[in-house]
């Protein structure tokens, strides 16, 4: 593991503890409406075997188990422990049980057979890789052919007027309750790997050279969010 994958790796397994809190919080629960989209964009249906890439605390994956059913399977895949262990935790009781196995594993290095999954989400992972196009590739060999993924993220605004409000929320709100929890530093990282980010069009040239058949941007949240949907 490189430096910088070892650098996120323990700011994810710091946050952990307050993971869920702050993103209700700081989102005003709008990120639940957000991953019902993406889960929606990636077109999984009963009985289908789907893989949730950088699930955190589970949210995409309890979702995307609820639509496969029974008969389906998710693998919820992070690097995090913390977060996984989290993630393990909020489903152990659940009734009927959801059919989730978690991993915890490099989205970089998957431990999965080529042409294995009907569908994936990944939900505020893909800004976070130190690679990504390599993570698409991989992200396309485990794919069957014809199989939709859907990636949620934050994104940079194209529109002056929300650019500004976006940087002004990430430094005065943001960052001000991470520092409440003493996460000021893990935080403080949201606004600068945005400006490394690939925008709409950058993702889907990149999703188109790692070999995705179709790729298209959406634009969510005035534009400080983005879903890009790619199909193998």
Not at 222 to 231: A, H, K
Request: charged content about 15%; aromatic content about 10%.
């Amino acid at each position: 593991m490189t430096d910088r994958a070892s650098e996120i790796q323990t700011i994810f397994n710091n946050i952990a503890p307050v993971y869920d809190n702050l993103n209700d919080w700081l989102s005003l629960g709008q990120h639940r409406v957000w991953k019902l989209m993406t889960v929606k964009w990636s077109q999984a249906k009963t009985s289908d075997t789907c893989i949730d890439l950088c699930c955190g605390s589970g949210d995409l994956s309890q979702i995307l188990a609820r639509q496969v059913g029974n008969t389906g399977q998710v693998f919820g895949v992070d690097f995090s422990a913390g977060l996984l262990a989290i993630a393990k935790q909020r489903v152990q009781n659940h009734y009927p049980p959801l059919a989730i196995d978690w991993v915890e594993a490099d989205v970089l290095q998957l431990p999965f057979p080529d042409n294995y999954f009907d569908c994936a989400t990944m939900g505020y992972g893909l800004r976070n890789v130190t690679d990504i196009p390599g993570c698409l590739r991989e992200l396309y060999r485990i794919l069957k052919p014809g199989a939709t993924a859907a990636i949620l993220d934050f994104h940079r605004p194209y529109n002056p007027v929300m650019q500004n409000f976006q940087q002004w929320y990430l430094k005065n709100v943001v960052v001000t309750a991470a520092e409440h929890f003493g996460l000021t530093e893990e935080y403080a990282y949201i606004s600068p790997s945005l400006d490394k980010f690939p925008q709409g069009q950058q993702q889907v040239n990149l999703a188109q050279q790692a070999g995705f058949t179709t790729a298209t941007h959406y634009q969510i949240a005035g534009g400080t969010m983005g879903v890009l949907r790619i199909t193998k």
